[in-house]
């Protein structure tokens, strides 16, 4: 075995070295100069004042910036518009729930595909006030990744063309599963669970196209309903008459 301090890690250094900029007093030698580092940032606190609440640098280089929640809009548009900035590309709409009472963040990670650049926007909603503009206008493909935040957290957007759930079903009772309130198992028991689940009728699983010709609903075995084996007819050994025929030299 090669010893840390073998051929194998000649010329990589022992320790990591100090930045030139470490140890100004007032700020972590980490953070130094990393907001400089970024155009975006600097541009956002300089135009939004106070509605950039601040910022933070995480694995290493992600930049991290907190807004107002009533002013997301207005922010996003300027990041998307702005011929500096020109984030023409939302990769992500999500949210992130930390528990404990503490407020929700809803999260939108940008990139700038002419300018090679990303950042990440959050903002932070109380729990009893989960809302938030919708970013649909600016970006089409936030319909469905604002409608899965609304379906698994419960944050609803404002002036969203369609929110509605998009994972669980319409008349899903038991909350939003990506809660840190959520129970493991549900709110409900298995029992009960499983008699709504029997009890909802196929328009609240399927879409109006399913219910075509010739297209037949999920079948769902006996073994999961906790019931007992019905035999099925094969439509391969069963005549027109529902007769069966065992054997194949008798077809004539």
């Keep these: 075995m090669t010893s840390e301090?073998?051929?194998g890690y000649a010329g990589v250094p022992s320790e990591a070295e100090p930045s030139p900029e470490a140890?100004?007093?007032?700020?972590p030698a980490s953070l130094e100069g990393l907001d400089?580092?970024?155009p975006s940032v600097v541009e956002l606190q300089g135009r939004f004042d106070e509605a950039v609440l601040r910022h933070e640098v995480v694995a290493g280089d992600e930049h991290v910036v907190f807004v107002e929640p009533d002013r997301v809009f207005e922010i996003l548009q300027w990041l998307k518009e702005d011929p500096d900035q020109l984030y023409n590309y939302l990769s992500d709409v999500t949210?992130?729930?930390?528990?404990s009472g503490r407020p929700l963040q809803v999260v939108y990670q940008l990139?700038?595909?002419?300018l090679r650049r990303t950042l990440r926007v959050k903002a932070e909603l109380p729990l009893d006030e989960l809302e938030v503009d919708s970013v649909v206008p600016l970006w089409a493909n936030a319909n469905w990744l604002e409608r899965e935040v609304y379906d698994l957290f419960g944050i609803h957007f404002r002036n969203h063309p369609d929110l509605r759930r998009i994972l669980m079903p319409?008349?899903?009772?038991?909350g939003h599963p990506l809660r840190k309130d959520f129970p493991l198992r549900g709110r409900f028991s298995r029992a009960e669970q499983t008699r709504r689940a029997l009890a909802q009728a196929p328009e609240d699983y399927y879409i109006p196209s399913d219910f075509?010709?010739?297209?037949?609903f999920q079948r769902v075995g006996w073994q999961e309903m906790g019931g007992?084996?019905?035999?099925?007819?094969?439509?391969?050994?069963?005549?027109?008459?529902?007769?069966?025929?065992?054997?194949e030299d008798e077809r004539a």
Excluded: C
């Design 170 to 174: 319409e008349v899903y009772a038991e």
């Design 228 to 247: 007992e084996p019905v035999p099925v007819e094969d439509p391969m050994t069963t005549d027109s008459t529902g007769a069966s025929d065992d054997h």
């Design 23 to 27: 140890g100004k007093a007032g700020t």
């Design 5 to 7: 301090g073998g051929a």
């Design 212 to 216: 075509g010709a010739g297209r037949d």
């Design 95 to 99: 949210a992130v729930d930390y528990g």
């Design 36 to 38: 400089k580092a970024h």
């Design 111 to 114: 990139y700038s595909i002419p």
